[in-house]
C-alpha cells in the first residue's frame, strides 16, 4: 500500500450513557452502540488489544434542559466515563466532544436567544455568547476529569479562543484542543442523530454550520481555530470533503483530522448488506482516500476493522 496508514492515525468514537451493563444497538446505525461506563471500559479494552491508542467520547444523557446543564455538571456523563477511562488505561488519548446538541432539549448546538428576538423562520436564534460560556465550562469539566483534548463542535463563533482561555485560567494549559473547524451542514449525520438523539426539533443548522457550496469559507474557519489556538482542526464530513482537506493540508502548518461520519459509515454497512460490495475492500479504499487527501488523524466508526489490518 503506497499510503503510509498507521494505527496512530486512526480514532475511535464512542457513545457513553449512564447506568451499568448497558449495551444499546442503534438505529439506523449498524454494528454501533451506547455503551454504559462499565461496558464501555470492556470494549475499549478490546480496541486497545487491536492497538488502537485514540478515542473520542459523546455523551448521551439520561435528560435535557433548555441550557443543556447536564452537559456541564460536575459528574455530567463524559467527566465519570473519562475518569474511569484514565483509570484504567493511563496512556489512552482521550478526546471528549463538547457541544450542548445531546443535552439540549431542542437539539440545537448552542443556547437559543431569548423570546422575542428572533422568529423560528429565521438562521439567526442562537445566543452566540451565552453558548460561548457554556461550551466553556464544558471543556473545563473535561479537562477537571483527564480528557487529554477538547473538541468543540458547535460551530460557535470564536469557541476555540474562549475555551482555550477558560482552560487555562482553571490551569490545564496543557489539554489541548481539536477544533470542529469546517464543519458542513450535511445530509450525512442522520444515524450519528439517532445515537445521541440530538436532531434539532425546529428548522435547521444551517445558520451556524456550513454550506457544502462554499470551500473559501471552510478554509476561513479553519484559519480563524488555529489563530485561536486550536492543536488540530478537523473537516467534517470526510469523504465528500476530500477536496477541503487537500486545500487545508496545503494551507495550513497544522496537524489536520478528518471525521469519516455516520451516514458515511452506514453507506458501506447498507451497500455490504445488499451485496453491492465487498465490505472489507470498501473501507480501505474509503480511509486509504482520506489519509491520500492529507489527514493526519481519521475518526471512524470502521476503527476495529482497520486496525485488523
Known sequence: MGINLKKDNIICPYFVVGGSNRK???????????????????????????????????GVPGKKDELGSQAHKKDNIV?????????????L?????????????HGHCGIIREPG?????????????KTLVALSKIAVAHAEAGADYVSPSAMAKGQVAAIRRALDENG????????????????????FRNAADSAPKFGDRKGYQLDYSDPGSALAEIKEDIDEGADIVMVKPALAYLDIIKSAKLKFDKPIAAYNVSGEYALVKYGAKQGLWDE?????????????AGADYIITYHAKEIAKW
Open 24 to 58: 444499546e444497538k442503534i438505529r439506523s446505525f449498524p454494528g454501533q452502540h451506547r455503551f454504559s461506563i462499565d461496558l464501555l471500559i470492556k470494549d475499549i479494552r478490546q480496541l486497545k488489544a487491536l492497538g488502537v491508542n485514540k478515542i473520542l467520547l459523546f
Open 79 to 91: 467527566s465519570l466515563a473519562v475518569r474511569r477511562i484514565k483509570e484504567g488505561f493511563p496512556h
Open 93 to 105: 488519548t482521550v478526546m471528549t466532544d463538547v457541544c450542548l446538541c445531546a443535552y439540549i432539549s
Open 117 to 129: 428576538t428572533w422568529d423560528r423562520e429565521s438562521d439567526n436564534f442562537i445566543d452566540n455568547k
Open 172 to 191: 490545564y494549559r496543557k489539554t489541548k484542543i481539536m477544533g470542529y473547524s469546517a464543519k458542513f451542514a450535511s445530509n450525512f449525520y442522520g444515524p
Open 280 to 292: 472489507g475492500e470498501m473501507v480501505k479504499e474509503i480511509i486509504v482516500s482520506i489519509k491520500r
